[in-house]
Structure formats: structure tokens, C-alpha cells
């Protein structure tokens, strides 16, 4: 059966630091793979996706970056975080781009 | 574009009580819909799918049913358990045939239940 594993479970940065938050999915070949943001209190917002390893689109103009240096690991950084990256940040896989999204546990992020 | 709205909460009940969350949308071609639900602190889980008009999507005893016609995907249960108390989400995946298509989410549902 297919697995999704997200790290670091929390995190608490300061303003400025760099962040990496990294994904991997276990038990299937060339997933899809995306990025949410869950802000405190809203709803997800899509910040990328992968269709195939180094594809990645953006969907949000942001201080945000994502890579996919191998086909079942999908990573997404940050230089310098800011007040407003705080929030619940979700990876999620699916077989294709028409297919069910399966998400992974979240990793919290406090920028203070 | 695609969007879904949903009824805002929390939506707050007792025990056993019967359970509805409003859910409609907007997209062009046919749609697949969906619920997720999320518990405090965690991911979110596919609760049920439905990917063509009339079909209704179950799962722990909820269920929803796709109507085009009123273009809406309700949540509901007859009896719900205080383990039901979380976050629930609507959303949908856009029609096209071709391409990449984006899941579109509401803004969440939250359910309490008390004992």
C-alpha cells in the first residue's frame, strides 16, 4: 500500500531563517505531487505541483520554492521566511492529474 | 473559474443527532467531488468521492450525493458520534478532459459534537 511521509512534524523559525520541508511517498512510481498551505482558520490553498521529477509549477507568486530531486521526494524551501508563511502545510500525491489526492500529515510552521 | 462554498461553522450538535453540511459549487464541464475530512492536528483523509451526476459517494455512514441540477454535493448523517467532531472540506477537481486539473477546496466545515 502507497504511504506518504511528511518531516519535520512542527517547526518554529525565525523571521528571515531558510525553511525545508521535505515529502516522500512510498509504495508507487511517478506520483503526482503537491504542495497546500492551510493558514490558521482558511482553507487550502495549492503552492505546487509535480507532474514528474524537476517539473514543478507554481501556482502563487510567493518567497516559496519547491524541488523534486527524485521521483518520489518533493521538497519545498525557502530563503528567508516571513511573518506570513506561518501555517499547515500539506504534501499530497495522486496517481495522475485526474486521480484522488492522498495527504500526508501536515508539518505546522511558526515563523515568530 | 472553479470554486466551492460551503457553509460557514462551526456546526455544533449533540450525540446522535442528524447532520448536514451544506455544499455547492461552480465549474465548468463535469466535475468529480469530493469530501476530506481532518481531525485536530492532522492531514487530511478522503471521506467519500463522486465523479458523474446522481452518484452518491458513502463512507462511516456519511454520504453525499453529486446533483447537477442544483449543482451542490451535501454532507449528511443520520447519527453522528462525538468521534466525528473535526474539520470537513468540499471540494472539486475541474471537468476537462485534457490537462492537469487542480483540486479546488472550501473553506472547511468545522463539526462539533457533544456528548
Known amino acids: 500500500s502507497q504511504t506518504i511521509h511528511q518531516w519535520p512534524a512542527t517547526l518554529v523559525q525565525p523571521v528571515g531563517s531558510p525553511l525545508s520541508l521535505e515529502c516522500t511517498v512510498e509504495g508507487t512510481s511517478n506520483p503526482n505531487l503537491y504542495w497546500y498551505r492551510q493558514a490558521a482558520g482558511r482553507g487550502l490553498q495549492l503552492l505546487f505541483y509535480?507532474?514528474?521529477?524537476?517539473?514543478i509549477s507554481s501556482e502563487v507568486p510567493q518567497n516559496l520554492s519547491a524541488s523534486r530531486p527524485q521521483d518520489r521526494q518533493f521538497i519545498l524551501s525557502s530563503k528567508k521566511l516571513l511573518l506570513s508563511d506561518s501555517g499547515f502545510y500539506l504534501c499530497a500525491w495522486s496517481s495522475g492529474g485526474r486521480d484522488t489526492q492522498y495527504f500526508g500529515p501536515g508539518t505546522r510552521l511558526t515563523v515568530l | 473559474g472553479n470554486s466551492v462554498t460551503q457553509m460557514e461553522g462551526p456546526v455544533t450538535l449533540s450525540e446522535e443527532a442528524f447532520l448536514t453540511i451544506n455544499c455547492t459549487y461552480t465549474?465548468?464541464?463535469?466535475?468529480?467531488l469530493f469530501w476530506y475530512v481532518q481531525y485536530p492536528g492532522e492531514g487530511l483523509q478522503l471521506l467519500l468521492k463522486?465523479?458523474?451526476?446522481?452518484d452518491k459517494g458513502s463512507n462511516k455512514g456519511f454520504e453525499a450525493t453529486y446533483r447537477k441540477e442544483t449543482t451542490s454535493f451535501h454532507l449528511e448523517k443520520g447519527s453522528v458520534q462525538v468521534s466525528d467532531s473535526a474539520v470537513y472540506f468540499c471540494?472539486?477537481?475541474?471537468?476537462?478532459?485534457?490537462?492537469?486539473?487542480?483540486?479546488?477546496f472550501g473553506t472547511g466545515t468545522r463539526l462539533l459534537v457533544s456528548p
Open positions: 465549474a465548468t464541464g463535469y466535475p468529480s
Open positions: 471540494a472539486l477537481r475541474g471537468g476537462m478532459n485534457t490537462g492537469f486539473q487542480k483540486l479546488v
Open positions: 463522486a465523479t458523474k451526476a446522481d
Open positions: 509535480s507532474v514528474g521529477i524537476g517539473q
